[in-house]
């Protein structure tokens, strides 16, 4: 009964409540997924810069692959949500089973790849002597954590299709509790260090991928898994392709440049690099309202597309950008302050040249971050109305061309140092920001994508 309630909210309800009961939980769902990275920060930032620095160092190839794969949900959230807005619910749980099968294969092939390559791949970032060593057993382990994040990630997906983000908010709760646990024991009392760290996330995340799947295989709801009549379609299959494959290439190749800009940071030394890892997180955790209010457009977006109501679509796309622009511009004039950027980094090194860095390029990003507002909420649309290539373009471009030519001029005109990395991370995400909202205004997102 309440996703029908949900769907009735999404399709014809008051807008503004639609947006927060979608985006509230997602909020503190992206919260808690960012603390399993931030409880691993603090903890490293006790025991040493060479740690530190090794984590932030491999952390993109982590990320790289988990946004590979998540063209396949995001495929699923907006296929589905398609399905569900024009009450067509026996496709949308035919779907849900293909981006499980699908999503599940792909994990593991991607697991064991980067397993094997690790060595190559820390030795090719630059990496020597301790950091080194500390950034091949931080990956080789974390990695083996892909199956059980894509598990979790599934159900977060089929539920906030639905209009449910409350339930993955929960079952995250969980895991970033057993995380915070694990940490300090594995890390500190065991003497693990990095490899505490990873087996603390690999952990944290299998137990609630086990809770995971047998919720999403109870029959009582309205999107479930049935595995044992799974039966692979090749017209689903091809709408996973048309939309999934867009996103995973933008996500994919996204990371890789942000790989290219950690070996860019790790020529600076550790401690830029350390800086560069800290100021990203806390800026991550700035932005996580704008990231939440973006998913409830896809979601909304999705939807009202399915049953045809563009105008409601739009009227989601505009409040969501209006309240996100607002709310990061008050935020960002506020945490930009240099005391109170310095007072917040200051919590995950005691290192002062870190601190030092960390604070000039989070109050840089504080200072500019009301972009993100135009940005997420913009991603949103176009992937709720399916049309990601948007989103492959810009998300490629934002790295490949923008950060790298703005990094080109401001390091080697400029002679800007490190700061030239702080600076390419702002311009190049205004720019996205700008061409997302012209595409938008050409009424592209309008156009029948499958």
Known sequence: MKKKVNRELLLNGNMMKAILSLAIPVVINSFLQTMYNLTDTYWLGRLGTAELAAINLVTPVQNMVINFGSGITVAGAVLISQFLGAKEDKEARSMANQIFACAIIFSFF??????????????????????????????????????????????????????????????????????????????????????????????????????????????????????????????????????????????????????????????????????????????????????????????????????????????????????????????????????????????????????????????????????????NSSMGLFQGSGHTEVTMIIDASRLWIFRFATLYVCEIWLRMGVRSVWYSVVISNGISAVLLWIVYMTGYWKKKRV
């Open 110 to 375: 991607c697991t064991a790849a980067v397993f094997m390559f690790t060595p190559h791949i820390v030795t090719w970032l630059g990496a020597d002597g301790e950091t080194l060593l500390n950034a091949k057993t931080y990956l080789q382990l974390v990695i083996l954590d892909m199956p059980f994040l894509y598990i979790v990630n599934i159900y977060a997906a089929i539920n906030q299709a639905q209009g449910d983000t409350i339930r993955p908010m929960f079952l995250n709760l969980f895991g970033i509790t057993l995380n915070m646990i694990l940490d300090p024991l594995l890390m500190v009392l065991a003497h693990l260090g990095a490899a505490g760290a990873a087996l603390a996330t690999v952990g944290a995340k299998a137990v609630p991928a086990a809770i995971a799947l047998i919720l999403l295989s109870r029959k009582e709801k309205d999107v479930y898994l049935d595995l044992r009549r799974l039966k692979f379609e090749r017209e689903k299959l091809k709408s996973i392709l048309v939309i999934g494959l867009p996103t995973a290439i933008g996500g994919s190749t996204m990371q890789f440049g942000f790989l290219l800009m950690s070996r860019n940071v790790f020529r600076y030394g550790t401690q830029a690099m350390a800086a560069y890892g800290i100021g990203n997180k806390v800026n991550g955790l700035i932005t996580l309202p704008s990231n939440g209010i973006g998913s409830a457009v896809a979601t909304i977006v999705g939807q009202n597309v399915g049953a045809k109501q563009y105008e409601r679509a739009q009227q989601g796309y505009k409040l969501s950008a209006g309240i996100s622009v607002v709310f990061l511009f008050v935020g960002g004039m506020i945490l930009s302050r240099m005391p109170i950027s310095t007072a917040i980094v200051s919590f995950f090194s005691d290192d002062a040249e870190v601190i030092s860095m960390a604070a000039d390029f989070l109050s840089i990003m504080a200072f500019w971050c009301f972009t993100n507002g135009v940005y």
